[in-house]
């Protein structure tokens, strides 16, 4: 009778799993079921994928070596670092993070951001990944939306959101002071200039030369001017 044990029911690299128990890679002990995945390529918690399998925005570079577009997602904790595979979730945190990271993209995945916006003066190009309807920056009701006020350009641009419930005297969903910045392919929907000098309750520009194009306006209440 053939005594000796099935090979596969033997830990040989002594990490307290057999390849009977799923160890993928017997040879090395850093390799084992509910290892910690690194950003190697290999998969190291043998749960049949790698880093390398996930890149959500489909550009070659796996998420987890992905800071650039810097990631958001409001469904995800807070304290993340902006990579595909820990994105921070506001907004604001990803223009904030643009000259540390030296990435002047901010990408927007969908869900509703309660939060103020400010694009600080950088040329910063904020999207959402999946489109305005989706992707909807909430102002609560408590002041400008989008704030845009510092010698911005063309190249800072607000693209794809549903901008709304922005409530502030000037400007409820975006204030553009001095700045040139693009708006473009927004929902600015349901903001207000308050009181009787409330002035543009969609946007309102002082002393620039914005790009405003293809974006729909409605639902704005506003006492003078603007859209």
């Known amino acids: ?18 390849e009977a128990e799923g160890d993928c890679d017997d040879t090395d002990a850093e390799i084992h079921p509910g290892a910690e ?15 390398t399998d996930f890149d959500v925005d489909h550009d070659s570079v796996a998420d ?28 604001q945190d990803g223009i904030d993070a643009t000259v540390l990271m030296g990435c002047y993209e901010v990408e927007v995945d969908e869900g509703r951001y309660l939060e103020h916006i400010d694009t600080l003066g950088y040329p910063v190009h904020v999207y959402s990944r999946v489109g305005p309807s989706d992707t909807i920056i909430d102002g609560t009701s408590s002041g400008t939306v989008v ?14 959101f549903t901008i709304t ?12 002071v001095s ?10 929907e ?30 704005n209440d506003a006492c003078w001017g603007g859209v």
Do not use: M
């Open 165 to 176: 419930f922005g409530l502030a005297d000037r400007g409820g969903g975006f204030n553009l």
């Open 1 to 18: 009778t053939d005594t000796d044990p099935d090979p596969d029911t033997i830990d040989d690299d002594g990490d307290g799993y057999s």
């Open 64 to 91: 987890c070596a992905d800071f650039c577009p810097i990631f958001v997602d409001v469904s995800r904790p807070s304290g993340g670092t902006g990579y595909h595979d820990d994105p921070f979730n506001l907004i």
């Open 37 to 51: 995945e690194l950003c190697d390529g290999v998969d190291n918690d043998c749960d049949g994928l790698s880093d």
């Open 190 to 219: 349901w903001n207000e200039a308050a009181g009787s000098l409330g002035i543009g309750a969609g946007i309102c520009s002082f002393y620039g030369d914005p790009l405003i194009e293809d974006n729909l306006f409605q639902f």
């Open 147 to 160: 704030t845009i006020d510092t010698g911005e350009e063309r190249d800072t641009i607000i693209e794809g």
């Open 179 to 188: 700045t040139s910045p693009t708006i473009t392919g927004n929902i600015i």
